[in-house]
Structure formats: C-alpha cells, structure tokens
DNA sequence: AATGAATGAGCATTCATTCAT
DNA sequence: TATGAATGAATGCTCATTCAT
C-alpha cells in the first residue's frame, strides 16, 4: 500500500516509467539514425537498460514505432480536441488546429522527424497509420471546414475532405521542409501563412 | 538524344538499355515491397539478369534508388519546362505544372509509390533530394509566382517559396492520399480543386 | 520415511513437496515440448510458482533433468528389489523384471516420454545416465541371467551382461514404439511377447 | 561439354560436392557437440566454407539433420536389397540383415552417433523419422520373418512385426552400447550373438 | 559484359539465471 | 521462502556485395 501511493506520487508505477523510457530512447534513435538502422540495442544502450528488458514492454521493434504514433497521436488528439473545446468559429478552430499541429511538432524535433520521415517510408506502417489516428485527424478537421459550409462562411463547391486534405498537406510539408531545412526557424508562426492562403487564396482581391 | 539514336541503330544492348531495365525493374519491386525490404536479388530476377549484373550498372542498392529519382525528375523537369514554354500567364503557368505534377504520378503507380513512399523514409535521403530536382521544382513554382507577384495579379504579402511549398504540399497530400486509397479514382482533376483553393481560398467571396 | 510422515503431519509445504511439484511439472512440459524447446518459465507456469523459485530447489535446467531420471531411476529399482524379493527362479525374475520395466513406464506417459525420448538426445546425458542408475538396472538383469545360468536353465554360450542389453533393448523398443504410436494400446503385454522369443527364441522347435 | 565430362570424371558436380562436404562436416559436429549444442558455424568452419553458404544448400538447421537421416537411410536400404538379392533363407537374410545394420553403423562413428543419439533426441524428429525410412526398414526385416513363418521355419504364434521391433531393439541397443562405451571394441560381430538368441532363445535346449 | 556461387558482417529476439525486494 | 523484473550472452539466418569464370 505505502509502497503503491509512493510510487505513484514520487515516480510513476514501474511498469509505465521504462515503458516510457524506451518510447522516449526509441524516438530520438529512431530520428538519429532511421527506423531501418536503428538496432535494438542502439535504444536499449539509450535508455541505460539492458537489451532484453525492451522486450518486457514491446514485442517488436516494428511495435515500438507503431507505440510512438499511438501515443503522440492520441494526446494530440486529446489535447486538441480540448483546446478546441468552446471555440465555435470554425475560422478560429482552423486557426486553432494549425497552431497546434505546428506547435507540437515543433516542440519535439525527435519526434516530428519521426513523424515526418520514419513514419512515411513504407506502405506497410503508412496504410496502417491512415486507418488509425490520423483518419481521425483528419476528420476533425473536415467536420470543422463542414460546418463551416453549413454556416455560409465557407464555399461550398469543394468537398470538406478535400478540403481537409489541402490544409493538412499544405502543413505537413511545412513541417517537413522545417525538419529538414539546416537553418533552424520558428515553426509555429508559418501557420498563420498557410491559413492565409488556405482561407483567402494567393488572387489579389 | 545522340546516344540513344545511336544506341538503337546499332543494336548494341548498350549500357543505357539494361541500366532503364534494372531501374524499371526496381522501381517496380521497391514499389510492392518497400526499399529495405527488396532484395537485390528481386530486382535482378525481375530484370531477368543476374544478381552481379546489377552491379555493372550500379554501385549500390542505394544508388539505384537515387537513379530512379534523379531520372524520373531530370524527365517531369525537362518535360515540364518544354510544356511551359509559350505560358506566360502566371496562373495558367500554376495550372499546368499543377496538372502535370498529378498527371505523370498517376501514370506510373509504381513510380509515384516510390516517389511518395519509398523516398520519404530517411531523412538522409530525404536531405539529398531536397538538395537534389526537388529544390529545382520548387524553384520553379516559386519563380512563377513572384512573376504573378510582380504581374500584380498575386498577393504580396506571403513569400513565394512559402507560397510554393504550400501548393506543392497539397498536390503531394492529394497523390499520397490516391496511392493509399483503396478506391480507384482519377489523380489529375483533384489538381483543379487544390488550384480554386490555392488561388482564391476557402472564404465565400 | 520420516521425513515424508513429518511432512504431512506438520503440513509445512516444506522443500521437499514443492521440490516433486516442479519435478511433476517439468515432466510434463518436457514431454510436451521437448527438454531443448522447454522454457524454465514453462515449468514454473506449470507448477503455478514463480520463475525464480525453480532456482531454490535446482540449480539448473539440466538438473532437474537429472533429477528426473534420478528420482525416477530409484523408485523403480527400489520397488524392484523389492518385489523381486522371494522370487528365487531366474525365469520368473526376469518375467518380473520385465513386466515391472512396461507396467511402470505405461502408468506414466509423460515419464516415458521423457526416459524414451528427451533423455536420449544427448551423448552426455545418455553417458552420465549410462553411469548412473541404468547400469545398476542392467546389472540386475545380468545377475539373474548369471543365476540362470549357474542354476543349468540358461545357455552359458553367451555372456549375461550381452543377454541383458539384449533384453533391455527389446522392453527398451517396445516402449518407444508405443509412445510414438498413434493407437493407443495396453503396453504390459508386449513383456510376454518379448520373453518368449527371449527365452525360446523364433525358431520352431 | 569437355568442362562437363572432366568435372565429373575429376571432381564430382560442384553443387553435390559442397553439399556432401556440408552433410559430412555437419555429421562431425553433431556427433562432437550434439544437434543443440552444435552451431551452423561450427559446421561451416569444419567444412572450411562461410556461414552464410550453408543456406545455399539447406534451408535450415533442422534441414541439415534431416538429410543426414535421408541420405544414410536411402543408402543403408538401397545397399541392403542389393546385398539381400539372391539369398533366400529367411534365416540368412535376417543373419545379413543383422550383420549390415552394426557393419554400416560401426564404419561411420560420427554418423552412428547421430542416429543414435542426436536423432532421439525430440518426439517431432522421431514421428518424422518413424514415418520415413525407418518404416521401412522394419518391414523388410517384418517380411522376412512372415516369409520365414510361412515356410514353416519360424514359430508363427507372434506377430511378424513385432518380432522385428524386437530383433531392431536388441540390435540398437548393441549400437548404442558400443557408442557410449570407453572402450573400443568390434562392434559386427555382436550380430551373431544377437542372432543367437533371437532365433534360439537363452533357455538351454 | 554477364554470371551466380560464395562471402561474412550484421541483428532481432530468446531465455537461463540472478537478485533486490 | 518467494517473487518476477532485469539481465545480457548467445545464434540462426539474411542479403548486399564480390569475383572467378
């Protein structure tokens, strides 16, 4: 008893600590040195953990990476979907998800390149990442620019998924091209670009 | 241009005839496995030659995988410069590159799983073609909308390669989304949607 | 004796009762899976304890292995002696001996298994049993055949120790047979079988 | 063609060569260390070849045992019909039978640990071998005692079969025996002793 | 140029054993 | 005694690359 109420308050329970640990070693190796060069014992030997013990957590190294994009992807989620929480504009709760996407990705390099990159290079992981969380992202975001429509502030000739797709892709490459570029640059504030095309177009009025 | 007339008056198998069948045949195999989970030895029983043959040709499996895309760029480049000759029109200049960028990807499903996969899986790759066509393809977009820009027909307030990396990261968004899709849909009209979004955005007027 | 009686009486769980529940249960999964695909942690399952405990009572793998044969060896030879006491015609005894050898291998089928089988895989295994309780066997099969033959109804041509293995070999293959058959069949009676052709021979007379 | 003609007149086949030099290299190593305890390294060093072309002539470990159960059976079958041909007497045949099995094993140590030993040693290996040659084996010596009943020669009040899994038990056991044994012995010759009371029984006359 | 047999470095995963609690 | 999380040595197999022919 003593014992549990300890551990919870001082660290977290075992089990979940070097669960963590490992998801935490996992994505700085996996953005070092790729998902396909990384070896067991490169995370393990960054976690200060013995190679064996990773497999007291996951099964698999293929099961570590498809743990990363479950985990940021649900607190994404969540958190977003908190956030969003009151806000009813949807102008405003496009503008929200935009500055939320880029601002997490921004804050965990690690794990934005893996997002980025890792995450894209095999149809395998990206057919079974698309019927996961990021279907859902990207509903979120149809939902919004639907009601949008409905409300009369948006057009309403282009299908909201589509629509969806453009902003999400318009970001994404934001994103990417933010990873990979060498001078290093504030993410966040190329939100507020893309939303200026993305709502008002690049036509001079 | 020379070489290949005289390669095939000669009837020499020549160097350039078995190199595009290995590149084809790669693309092919790295299409349905992925890259690190292709053989060399895939590619060469899919080229119908032996597995040292492939090295005649290549160094590396690596730097097949960079052949593909320095080819199948040089040709999208030199073949979309040739089609945008004549254009002076800023927009229609977007317009054309817009559809030719879906239009040559959906003709070759393998080539655009590799271009939108297989590619995308190391950032060390990742960092060589962005230093490699695709900045040239970039710089192209780029360019025709500083001349709308500077045409007065596009707004001034957002930088042309933001401008460019936005409306390339949708049309790449709508050929990753067609590749993975299991319906069979055609790529090139989703071109126009992204221009009506691209260019005038989603606000009712 | 004692011991056991204290045992029960003071119901300590006491070494020794657990020691035969991890020996009970390592029979089973080495029969099941073989000695080299068993798991330590199969057996501790199996025995409902935890991995380390098996370490208490054994010092490795091996040695429960060992002690398998050990234990099982002595039961068997000592129940022999036992009930081979009184029997003074050498025809009888081995009669005895050899109906003992299936009556008591057929109770058990996991044990069987595990003397047909697991303990054969391995020269060093099969040289220390060799050493140990097995050549005790022999030697008492080898003495009755010696009595025999002093006693005039045995053939003296042959030496007792060879007529031994000869008459362990056939029990040895009759059992092995009925452990890899896929028909269930009552294995005690092939003992007759054996000592017929043993003592008489196929020959008609 | 000439290459053809003086490869096999000089050298066998490349292929059969180097696997046969695999088989033998292998049986060494088993005998020496036992199946599990036996790495693909050792064999691939005892053959003086690399690791990696082990798998150009087996596709796994498992494999290799297998095939040196194949080979020494086809061969230990096909040599003994041959041998068999011409005699009639189902006394000589069995006498031939008997002399061939402790001959053939006797002249290949290694090989004869192996069958003995390392091929016992799990029940998947031993249904499997059950089920090939060794099947086989039993019924020609089982043909050969029905033969030997229905000339009236044999008693006929035991089961063909069974007196051939006796006479094959007393003849492993004589095998098994010699392997373990420490001191080195002739092993054929214990065939006549066997023999002796397969067909004549130790009761004395 | 072409072949394909041979190479051997490389790695995910397992599991007997230990030891802090 | 008992636990079970942690350890880390051990190994079968793959595959990019080479090279003798």
Redesign the interface.
Known sequence: MVRSVRTTIQNRPAGGDKRELILRSATKVF?ER????SKVADIAKQAGIADGTVYLYFKSKDEILHSIFDKAMDEFISEGKQKLEGIESPVERLRKIANLHLEKLSEDRDMA?VFQ??L?????F??EF?AAGFADYLEIISDT?KS?QDA????T??KPI??A??L???????V??W??SKQSYPLKP?AE??L?????????Q
């Open positions: 953005a790729g998902f396909f060069n390149i990159v890792e894209r290079g095999s149809t395998k990206m057919e698309s620019i949008g009369g502030e948006f057009r000739d282009i589509v629509c797709k453009i999400f892709g318009a970001l994404d490459e934001m990417t091209n990873i990979l190329m670009t893309v200026q095309i993305f709502f008002g177009g690049v036509m001079k």
